[in-house]
């Protein structure tokens, strides 16, 4: 059975080592691009109807109040089961410490009881327990599993330890054996 991949990803202005750079394709993007080379997995983008700001300072703004309010963003179009897989990764950036709302938005849609959800992170130097908290809670049911978390600025120079980590975790023949 092959693995779903569930990402949100932002391009635009972001902090990357410190520096404020434009970035045409988003880092948590590209690294799922790895990862589905890696592991033939489906792939759902979440889109919000409503895009962030391209201006980093605009979007923190934005996405503070979202926490602040408990928002659940509207998505451009929804993924309405994953009843097919075993294995779901769900990568996102850390936003604020944590998990994007919008990602919750659509997890809290999917009945995910006894799926294996692996989530795959990347930051700017925050640690990913908090996200990880939210995730749990937003599937039920869910068993979720180690994390692989990886530094914005370094996802090119990391393709080949994502894609180690996706073939050991979610290639069809290691899922036959577990
Ligand atoms: C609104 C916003 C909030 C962020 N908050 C954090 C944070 O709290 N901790 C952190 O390590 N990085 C933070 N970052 C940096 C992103 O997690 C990091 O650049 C990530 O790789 C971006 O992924 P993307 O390009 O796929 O959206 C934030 C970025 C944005 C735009």
Known sequence: MRPLIIFFSRAGENYVNGDLIHLET????????????????????????????????????????????????????YLDSAESYDNIVVAFPIWWGTCPNIVLTQLERLNLRGKRIWPVITHEGSGSRKAVKALKKACPGARVMGSLAVHGAEVSVAEETVKAWGASRLSREENTTR
């Open 26 to 77: 988003g880092n948590t993007e590209r690294l799922v691009s790895f990862l589905r080379e890696a592991t033939d997995a489906d792939v759902f983008r979440i889109e919000p109807e409503e895009p962030y700001p391209e201006d980093y300072m605009e979007c923190t703004r934005v996405s503070k109040e979202e926490i602040r309010t408990g928002a659940r963003p509207d998505l451009r179009a």
